[in-house]
Protein backbone atom coordinates (compact mmCIF):
# COMPACT_ATOMS: atom_id res chain seq x y z
CA UNK A 1 0.00 0.00 0.00
CA UNK A 2 3.01 2.40 0.78
CA UNK A 3 4.62 1.28 -2.48
CA UNK A 4 1.46 2.67 -4.26
CA UNK A 5 0.79 5.71 -2.64
CA UNK A 6 4.49 6.82 -3.21
CA UNK A 7 4.41 5.78 -6.75
CA UNK A 8 1.52 7.00 -7.27
CA UNK A 9 2.49 10.57 -5.84
CA UNK A 10 5.84 10.48 -7.93
CA UNK A 11 3.77 10.07 -10.90
CA UNK A 12 0.96 12.40 -10.49
CA UNK A 13 3.76 15.24 -9.59
CA UNK A 14 5.48 13.68 -13.34
CA UNK A 15 2.34 14.26 -14.91
CA UNK A 16 1.25 17.68 -13.71
CA UNK A 17 4.43 19.47 -13.61
CA UNK A 18 5.03 17.87 -17.58
CA UNK A 19 1.91 19.15 -18.54
CA UNK A 20 0.12 17.87 -21.96
CA UNK A 21 2.88 16.83 -25.04
CA UNK A 22 3.09 20.03 -26.85
CA UNK A 23 1.68 20.25 -30.04
CA UNK A 24 4.57 21.16 -32.88
CA UNK A 25 4.32 25.15 -33.19
CA UNK A 26 4.14 26.97 -36.23
CA UNK A 27 4.97 30.25 -35.02
CA UNK A 28 8.06 32.18 -35.89
CA UNK A 29 8.11 33.07 -32.71
CA UNK A 30 9.88 30.00 -30.51
CA UNK A 31 11.30 32.01 -27.55
CA UNK A 32 8.21 31.85 -25.76
CA UNK A 33 8.22 28.06 -25.18
CA UNK A 34 10.03 28.01 -22.31
CA UNK A 35 8.49 30.19 -20.51
CA UNK A 36 5.02 28.62 -20.76
CA UNK A 37 7.27 25.06 -19.99
CA UNK A 38 8.21 26.94 -16.92
CA UNK A 39 5.39 27.89 -16.12
CA UNK A 40 3.12 24.61 -16.90
CA UNK A 41 5.68 23.32 -14.37
CA UNK A 42 5.26 25.67 -11.74
CA UNK A 43 1.64 25.58 -11.55
CA UNK A 44 1.36 21.52 -11.69
CA UNK A 45 3.82 21.19 -9.01
CA UNK A 46 1.78 23.60 -6.90
CA UNK A 47 -1.44 22.06 -7.54
CA UNK A 48 -0.01 17.94 -6.69
CA UNK A 49 1.43 20.06 -3.73
CA UNK A 50 -2.26 21.41 -2.80
CA UNK A 51 -3.37 18.19 -3.06
CA UNK A 52 -0.81 16.45 -0.63
CA UNK A 53 -1.44 19.04 1.74
CA UNK A 54 -5.40 18.59 1.41
CA UNK A 55 -5.16 14.79 2.38
CA UNK A 56 -6.32 14.08 -0.85
CA UNK A 57 -3.19 12.27 -1.89
CA UNK A 58 -1.20 10.82 1.03
CA UNK A 59 2.57 11.17 0.87
CA UNK A 60 4.67 8.96 2.30
CA UNK A 61 8.48 9.26 3.30
CA UNK A 62 10.95 6.66 2.20
CA UNK A 63 14.53 6.98 3.58
CA UNK A 64 17.83 5.22 3.08
CA UNK A 65 19.75 5.07 6.78
CA UNK A 66 22.52 3.89 8.91
CA UNK A 67 21.15 0.83 10.55
CA UNK A 68 23.03 1.20 13.73
CA UNK A 69 21.72 4.81 14.18
CA UNK A 70 18.23 2.62 14.14
CA UNK A 71 17.24 1.02 17.13
CA UNK A 72 14.32 -1.30 17.79
CA UNK A 73 11.45 -0.36 19.38
CA UNK A 74 11.03 -2.72 22.85
CA UNK A 75 7.75 -3.33 22.19
CA UNK A 76 7.94 -5.18 19.64
CA UNK A 77 7.48 -9.10 20.24
CA UNK A 78 10.51 -10.19 18.59
CA UNK A 79 14.04 -11.36 20.46
CA UNK A 80 16.02 -9.27 18.74
CA UNK A 81 19.37 -11.10 20.97
CA UNK A 82 17.69 -14.79 19.30
CA UNK A 83 17.79 -13.56 15.87
CA UNK A 84 20.91 -15.23 14.13
CA UNK A 85 22.80 -15.71 10.53
CA UNK A 86 20.76 -19.19 10.19
CA UNK A 87 17.19 -17.50 11.29
CA UNK A 88 17.82 -15.13 8.70
CA UNK A 89 19.66 -16.65 6.31
CA UNK A 90 17.02 -17.19 3.30
CA UNK A 91 16.50 -12.98 4.19
CA UNK A 92 19.74 -12.15 3.73
CA UNK A 93 20.34 -14.05 0.02
CA UNK A 94 16.92 -12.37 -0.93
CA UNK A 95 18.80 -9.11 -0.42
CA UNK A 96 21.98 -10.04 -1.87
CA UNK A 97 20.25 -11.49 -4.97
CA UNK A 98 17.88 -7.97 -5.63
CA UNK A 99 20.66 -5.84 -4.90
CA UNK A 100 19.57 -4.29 -1.71
CA UNK A 101 16.21 -4.41 0.51
CA UNK A 102 12.96 -3.89 -1.79
CA UNK A 103 10.52 -3.75 1.26
CA UNK A 104 11.16 -1.13 3.14
CA UNK A 105 10.47 -1.39 7.12
CA UNK A 106 8.20 0.49 9.38
CA UNK A 107 10.09 3.55 11.45
CA UNK A 108 9.38 6.46 13.70
CA UNK A 109 11.67 9.18 14.85
CA UNK A 110 13.06 9.19 18.60
CA UNK A 111 13.74 12.29 20.10
CA UNK A 112 16.27 12.29 23.14
CA UNK A 113 18.73 9.50 22.10
CA UNK A 114 22.27 10.80 20.95
CA UNK A 115 23.26 7.34 19.65
CA UNK A 116 20.02 7.15 17.49
CA UNK A 117 17.18 8.65 15.14
CA UNK A 118 14.72 6.03 14.13
CA UNK A 119 13.61 3.23 15.80
CA UNK A 120 12.15 -0.02 13.93
CA UNK A 121 8.03 -0.65 14.48
CA UNK A 122 8.53 -3.47 12.16
CA UNK A 123 10.80 -5.15 10.31
CA UNK A 124 13.53 -6.37 13.22
CA UNK A 125 14.33 -8.96 10.65
CA UNK A 126 14.87 -6.84 7.87
CA UNK A 127 17.42 -4.53 10.60
CA UNK A 128 19.42 -7.15 11.55
CA UNK A 129 19.45 -8.44 8.09
CA UNK A 130 21.43 -5.46 6.70
CA UNK A 131 23.53 -4.80 9.92
CA UNK A 132 24.71 -8.38 9.05
CA UNK A 133 25.60 -7.44 5.65
CA UNK A 134 27.30 -4.52 6.30
CA UNK A 135 29.76 -5.80 8.75
CA UNK A 136 30.55 -8.95 6.14
CA UNK A 137 31.29 -7.30 2.76
CA UNK A 138 28.27 -5.17 1.83
CA UNK A 139 29.42 -1.86 4.18
CA UNK A 140 27.64 0.62 1.87
CA UNK A 141 24.20 -1.40 1.96
CA UNK A 142 21.54 0.69 3.09
CA UNK A 143 18.55 0.40 5.45
CA UNK A 144 15.42 1.17 3.48
CA UNK A 145 12.61 2.63 6.20
CA UNK A 146 9.12 4.22 5.33
CA UNK A 147 8.66 6.55 8.27
CA UNK A 148 5.58 6.93 10.34
CA UNK A 149 3.72 8.79 13.10
CA UNK A 150 2.70 6.05 15.73
CA UNK A 151 1.80 6.59 19.14
CA UNK A 152 2.70 3.25 20.94
CA UNK A 153 -0.74 1.56 21.08
CA UNK A 154 -0.96 2.00 17.22
CA UNK A 155 2.81 0.78 17.02
CA UNK A 156 1.98 -2.17 19.04
CA UNK A 157 -0.81 -3.36 16.51
CA UNK A 158 0.76 -2.43 13.64
CA UNK A 159 4.06 -4.66 15.21
CA UNK A 160 1.73 -7.67 16.25
CA UNK A 161 0.27 -7.58 13.04
CA UNK A 162 3.01 -8.22 11.18
CA UNK A 163 4.51 -10.83 13.51
CA UNK A 164 1.11 -13.35 13.52
CA UNK A 165 2.37 -13.86 9.45
CA UNK A 166 6.10 -14.83 10.91
CA UNK A 167 6.49 -18.49 12.20
CA UNK A 168 10.11 -17.74 13.66
CA UNK A 169 8.18 -15.43 16.32
CA UNK A 170 7.42 -18.09 19.16
CA UNK A 171 3.91 -18.05 21.28
CA UNK A 172 6.02 -17.33 24.12
CA UNK A 173 7.48 -14.32 22.78
CA UNK A 174 3.89 -13.09 21.62
CA UNK A 175 2.72 -13.86 24.89
CA UNK A 176 5.16 -11.65 27.00
CA UNK A 177 4.88 -8.91 24.65
CA UNK A 178 0.80 -9.14 25.08
CA UNK A 179 1.34 -9.03 28.76
CA UNK A 180 3.12 -6.09 28.61
CA UNK A 181 1.56 -4.20 26.53
CA UNK A 182 -1.90 -5.52 28.70
CA UNK A 183 -0.65 -2.99 31.41
CA UNK A 184 1.17 -0.53 29.49
CA UNK A 185 -1.60 0.30 26.68
CA UNK A 186 -5.21 -0.91 27.79
CA UNK A 187 -5.16 -0.72 31.85
CA UNK A 188 -5.39 -4.20 32.29
CA UNK A 189 -8.29 -4.91 30.64
CA UNK A 190 -8.12 -7.75 28.28
CA UNK A 191 -11.25 -7.52 26.93
CA UNK A 192 -10.36 -4.01 25.16
CA UNK A 193 -7.23 -5.46 24.01
CA UNK A 194 -9.21 -8.47 22.60
CA UNK A 195 -11.29 -5.78 20.59
CA UNK A 196 -8.59 -3.73 19.91
CA UNK A 197 -6.68 -6.13 18.22
CA UNK A 198 -9.33 -8.31 16.78
CA UNK A 199 -8.24 -11.38 18.58
CA UNK A 200 -10.69 -13.75 20.48
CA UNK A 201 -10.68 -13.10 24.16
CA UNK A 202 -10.43 -16.84 25.19
CA UNK A 203 -7.51 -17.21 23.18
CA UNK A 204 -6.18 -13.81 24.42
CA UNK A 205 -6.42 -15.05 27.95
CA UNK A 206 -4.49 -18.38 27.01
CA UNK A 207 -1.78 -16.19 25.87
CA UNK A 208 -1.59 -14.16 28.70
CA UNK A 209 -1.55 -17.27 31.17
CA UNK A 210 1.56 -18.56 29.31
CA UNK A 211 3.02 -15.60 29.86
CA UNK A 212 3.57 -16.12 33.71
CA UNK A 213 5.72 -19.29 33.33
CA UNK A 214 8.46 -18.38 35.34
CA UNK A 215 12.16 -18.66 33.65
CA UNK A 216 13.14 -21.67 35.82
CA UNK A 217 10.45 -23.69 33.70
CA UNK A 218 11.50 -21.87 30.52
CA UNK A 219 15.23 -23.04 31.27
CA UNK A 220 13.92 -26.35 30.98
CA UNK A 221 13.36 -25.90 27.37
CA UNK A 222 16.10 -26.41 24.56
CA UNK A 223 15.19 -22.91 23.95
CA UNK A 224 12.53 -20.33 24.60
CA UNK A 225 10.94 -20.92 21.21
CA UNK A 226 10.13 -24.43 22.27
CA UNK A 227 7.37 -23.13 24.14
CA UNK A 228 4.07 -23.38 22.40
CA UNK A 229 0.40 -22.37 23.47
CA UNK A 230 -1.12 -25.41 24.25
CA UNK A 231 1.18 -27.29 26.11
CA UNK A 232 2.60 -24.16 27.83
CA UNK A 233 -0.89 -23.49 28.91
CA UNK A 234 -0.82 -26.73 30.69
CA UNK A 235 2.15 -25.70 32.73
CA UNK A 236 0.96 -21.93 33.71
CA UNK A 237 -2.21 -23.93 35.10
CA UNK A 238 -0.56 -26.64 36.78
CA UNK A 239 1.55 -24.11 38.57
CA UNK A 240 -1.40 -22.76 40.08
CA UNK A 241 -1.34 -25.41 42.70
CA UNK A 242 1.27 -24.58 45.18
CA UNK A 243 1.92 -28.49 45.95
CA UNK A 244 2.15 -29.35 42.00
CA UNK A 245 4.55 -25.59 41.87
CA UNK A 246 7.10 -27.43 44.38
CA UNK A 247 6.83 -30.60 42.26
CA UNK A 248 7.52 -28.75 38.55
CA UNK A 249 10.15 -26.05 39.69
CA UNK A 250 12.11 -29.27 40.95
CA UNK A 251 12.30 -30.94 38.08
CA UNK A 252 12.77 -27.88 35.98
CA UNK A 253 15.85 -27.17 37.56
CA UNK A 254 17.07 -30.73 37.04
CA UNK A 255 16.14 -30.63 33.14
CA UNK A 256 17.84 -27.30 33.14
CA UNK A 257 20.77 -29.15 34.61
CA UNK A 258 20.95 -32.00 32.29
CA UNK A 259 20.28 -29.81 29.19
CA UNK A 260 23.01 -27.61 30.38
CA UNK A 261 25.22 -30.71 29.89
CA UNK A 262 24.26 -31.75 26.57
CA UNK A 263 25.01 -28.85 25.02
CA UNK A 264 28.53 -29.35 26.59
CA UNK A 265 28.05 -32.59 25.34
CA UNK A 266 27.00 -31.80 21.97
CA UNK A 267 24.34 -34.25 22.93
CA UNK A 268 20.92 -33.82 21.68
CA UNK A 269 18.84 -31.53 23.51
CA UNK A 270 15.93 -33.21 25.71
CA UNK A 271 12.50 -32.16 23.12
CA UNK A 272 9.71 -30.30 23.89
CA UNK A 273 7.08 -33.19 24.35
CA UNK A 274 9.70 -34.78 26.65
CA UNK A 275 10.00 -31.84 28.91
CA UNK A 276 6.49 -30.46 29.30
CA UNK A 277 5.61 -34.53 30.06
CA UNK A 278 8.19 -34.92 32.37
CA UNK A 279 7.16 -31.89 34.22
CA UNK A 280 3.69 -32.15 34.25
CA UNK A 281 4.44 -35.83 35.66
CA UNK A 282 6.44 -34.50 38.04
CA UNK A 283 3.56 -34.03 40.69
CA UNK A 284 2.28 -37.09 40.15
CA UNK A 285 5.78 -39.20 41.77
CA UNK A 286 5.03 -40.47 45.11
CA UNK A 287 7.23 -39.86 47.60
CA UNK A 288 7.42 -41.11 51.12
CA UNK A 289 6.16 -39.20 53.79
CA UNK A 290 8.11 -36.88 56.08
CA UNK A 291 8.73 -38.01 59.57
CA UNK A 292 6.51 -36.71 62.23
CA UNK A 293 8.35 -34.61 64.47
CA UNK A 294 9.36 -36.42 67.61
CA UNK A 295 10.05 -35.30 71.03
CA UNK A 296 13.03 -37.13 73.17
CA UNK A 297 13.18 -37.30 76.80
CA UNK A 298 16.53 -37.71 79.28
CA UNK A 299 16.42 -41.07 77.90
CA UNK A 300 16.71 -40.67 74.36
CA UNK A 301 13.49 -42.51 74.19
CA UNK A 302 10.50 -40.77 72.29
CA UNK A 303 8.19 -38.84 74.63
CA UNK A 304 6.03 -36.84 72.24
CA UNK A 305 4.73 -36.96 68.83
CA UNK A 306 2.90 -34.86 66.84
CA UNK A 307 0.56 -36.84 64.57
CA UNK A 308 -1.69 -34.44 62.72
CA UNK A 309 -3.10 -30.93 62.46
CA UNK A 310 -5.91 -29.73 60.73
CA UNK A 311 -8.81 -27.33 61.56
CA UNK A 312 -9.98 -28.81 64.58
CA UNK A 313 -6.39 -28.88 66.18
CA UNK A 314 -3.50 -30.80 66.96
CA UNK A 315 -3.27 -34.28 67.98
CA UNK A 316 -0.12 -35.45 69.77
CA UNK A 317 0.63 -39.08 71.16
CA UNK A 318 2.42 -39.18 74.49
CA UNK A 319 5.03 -42.34 74.27
CA UNK A 320 4.51 -45.16 77.60
CA UNK A 321 7.76 -46.35 78.70
CA UNK A 322 9.50 -43.11 77.42
CA UNK A 323 10.81 -42.53 81.45
CA UNK A 324 9.41 -38.56 81.05
CA UNK A 325 8.08 -37.25 83.75
CA UNK A 326 5.60 -34.17 84.22
CA UNK A 327 7.76 -31.41 83.69
CA UNK A 328 9.40 -32.83 81.18
CA UNK A 329 6.08 -33.63 78.71
CA UNK A 330 5.19 -30.18 79.60
CA UNK A 331 8.31 -29.13 78.11
CA UNK A 332 7.93 -31.47 75.30
CA UNK A 333 4.47 -29.84 74.61
CA UNK A 334 5.65 -26.32 74.73
CA UNK A 335 8.77 -27.39 71.80
CA UNK A 336 6.11 -28.90 70.11
CA UNK A 337 3.61 -25.56 69.84
CA UNK A 338 6.80 -23.60 69.30
CA UNK A 339 7.65 -25.79 66.28
CA UNK A 340 4.24 -25.93 65.24
CA UNK A 341 3.99 -22.06 64.74
CA UNK A 342 7.48 -21.86 63.06
CA UNK A 343 6.25 -23.84 60.44
CA UNK A 344 3.34 -21.62 60.43
CA UNK A 345 0.55 -23.83 61.68
CA UNK A 346 0.12 -22.85 65.25
CA UNK A 347 -3.11 -23.20 67.12
CA UNK A 348 -4.91 -19.68 66.53
CA UNK A 349 -6.92 -18.06 69.38
Given amino acids: MARKQSDYLAALLAEEAEGPAPAPSRSPVREAAPERARATTLLGRESALARVASGEVRQVTQLLLDPARVRVWSGNARSYAHLSEASCRELIDSIIAEGGQKVPAVVRRVEGDPAHDYEVIAGTRRHWSISWLRANSYPDLPFLAQVAQLDDEAAFRLADLENRARADVSDLERARNYRAALATHYGNHQTRMAERLKLSKGWLSKMLKVATLPDEVIAAFASPAEVQLKPGYALAQALDDPRSAAAILAEAR ?13 VTLW ?33 LTIQSVNRQGVTVRLHAGSGAGADELAEALRAALAHLEDEGRGLRP
Avoid: C
Fill in 254 to 266: VLAADQAFRREQA
Fill in 271 to 303: GAAEVVRRLLAAPLVRTAPPEPWTWHGAAGRPA
